[in-house]
Structure formats: structure tokens, C-alpha cells
């Protein structure tokens, strides 16, 4: 598990990406996994292609201001989102961003790794709608904030029957990704 205690996770992206459920289906495994937990989300300015984000913040203890000012991880599928949310991320925190859809610039004292979440999705799924479960997956299997059983339980009572399937191959897939980058030596 992580040592981020709390952890403030962000995820961003444009509307339509599927960030919303991916800040619920987080925040309900933290608390099946008996964590405090705060939710919350914003829309752009249309609701289908602008900037959205969802905030979670999971921790050991009580949770006093229940929004995420400063994230410690980032997890963005959009350049718009990446240079939007990007000065919103704590020095010391962690980006996982899609390499599809983001280039990362360099910015001293934030982690950043690209994750293969859109090319895997279609190549190994033939599903890019599923690139954000590959993202989630690629942060549990990185930084362990919840458990995989948890997630998997959150997915199956918060993600639509006809779609559960995909995203758990999704999700299991990314587990992967981020196991690897735990142990790959290099970072950008």
C-alpha cells in the first residue's frame, strides 16, 4: 500500500471520458476498504467535450475539508486537462498521464510516467472507451491506494451490466501497466 496518507487524486480529462465513475468507483472501494472518503466532481462548460475532473481523497483518518485543493496524484487522459490541472498538483505528487492523448513537459519536483491507457485499450481490448479503467488500474497497481477486490466489488455495483465486462478486462490490464512502472527505473 502507499505511504500517501491522505491521498488527493484527481482525474482529469473532457467530459465524456468516463472520469466521474472512475472518482466513484475509487471513493467506494476506499470505503469498502474502511478508509474516510470524499468525493467530488466538476463539469466544463458543456458536458460532453469540455475539461471535467473528479476529486477523491482517501485517508486513514477524519477528512476535514472534503475538496482536493492541491492533488497528489494526477491522473489525466487530455492535454487540456494535463496543462489545466497541472499547477494544481503538490510538489512531490505523481501524474499518470495517457501517452495517446498527452505530451508531458517537464516540471521540477512532480513524478510524471505515461501510461499506455488509449493504445492498450485498442490493442489488447479493441475498446478505447475503456482507456480510463486502464488508467485506474495503472494507479492501483502503482501505488496501492485500495485494494484490487474492492475495486473490482465498486466496478460491479457502480459500472452498467453491458459495460462491466470491458472495464474489468480494462482495469486488469492496467493493474499490469502499473506493477510495471513500480519497477521500471526510469521516470520523465
Same mark, same amino acid.
Given at each position: 500500500? %502507499?505511504?500517501?496518507?491522505?491521498? +488527493?487524486?484527481?482525474?482529469?480529462?473532457?467530459?465524456?471520458?468516463?472520469?466521474? %465513475?472512475? $472518482?466513484?468507483?475509487?471513493?467506494?472501494?476506499? *470505503?469498502?476498504? $474502511? /478508509? @474516510?472518503? *470524499?468525493?467530488?466532481?466538476?463539469?466544463?462548460?458543456?458536458?460532453? $467535450?469540455?475539461?471535467? +475532473? *473528479?476529486?477523491?481523497?482517501?485517508?486513514?483518518?477524519?477528512?476535514?475539508?472534503?475538496?482536493?485543493?492541491? *492533488?497528489?496524484?494526477?491522473? =489525466?487522459?487530455? @492535454?487540456?486537462?494535463?496543462?489545466?490541472?497541472?499547477?494544481?498538483?503538490?510538489?512531490?505528487? /505523481?501524474?499518470?498521464?495517457?501517452?495517446?492523448?498527452?505530451?508531458?513537459? @517537464?516540471?521540477?519536483?512532480?513524478?510524471?510516467?505515461?501510461?499506455?491507457?488509449?493504445?492498450?485499450? =485498442?490493442?489488447?481490448?479493441?475498446?478505447?472507451?475503456?482507456?480510463?479503467?486502464?488508467?485506474?488500474?495503472?494507479?492501483?497497481?502503482?501505488?496501492?491506494?485500495?485494494?484490487?477486490?474492492?475495486?473490482? #466489488?465498486?466496478?460491479? #455495483?457502480?459500472?452498467?451490466? +453491458?459495460?462491466?465486462? %470491458?472495464?474489468?478486462?480494462?482495469?486488469?490490464?492496467?493493474?499490469?501497466?502499473?506493477?510495471? /512502472? #513500480? #519497477?521500471?527505473? $526510469?521516470?520523465?
Amino acid at each position: 500500500m %502507499t505511504e500517501r496518507w491522505p491521498a +488527493r487524486v484527481r482525474f482529469g480529462g473532457l467530459g465524456g471520458q468516463g472520469l466521474v %465513475t472512475l $472518482g466513484a468507483v475509487l471513493a467506494e472501494a476506499g *470505503a469498502l476498504d $474502511g /478508509l @474516510q472518503v *470524499a468525493a467530488s466532481q466538476s463539469y466544463g462548460s458543456r458536458a460532453r $467535450g469540455g475539461a471535467t +475532473r *473528479a476529486d477523491v481523497i482517501l485517508s486513514r483518518e477524519e477528512i476535514d475539508f472534503p475538496h482536493v485543493v492541491e *492533488a497528489d496524484v494526477l491522473v =489525466v487522459l487530455a @492535454q487540456e486537462a494535463y496543462e489545466l490541472y497541472l499547477p494544481g498538483v503538490t510538489d512531490g505528487g /505523481l501524474i499518470l498521464a495517457d501517452d495517446f492523448f498527452v505530451e508531458i513537459t @517537464q516540471h521540477t519536483g512532480i513524478r510524471q510516467l505515461s501510461v499506455e491507457g488509449t493504445r492498450s485499450a =485498442v490493442e489488447k481490448i479493441g475498446n478505447k472507451v475503456a482507456a480510463n479503467f486502464v488508467m485506474l488500474g495503472s494507479l492501483v497497481g502503482l501505488e496501492g491506494l485500495v485494494g484490487q477486490d474492492s475495486i473490482e #466489488k465498486a466496478m460491479e #455495483k457502480l459500472v452498467r451490466p +453491458r459495460f462491466l465486462d %470491458t472495464n474489468l478486462k480494462a482495469f486488469e490490464l492496467g493493474l499490469g501497466l502499473g506493477q510495471r /512502472l #513500480k #519497477k521500471a527505473p $526510469g521516470d520523465s
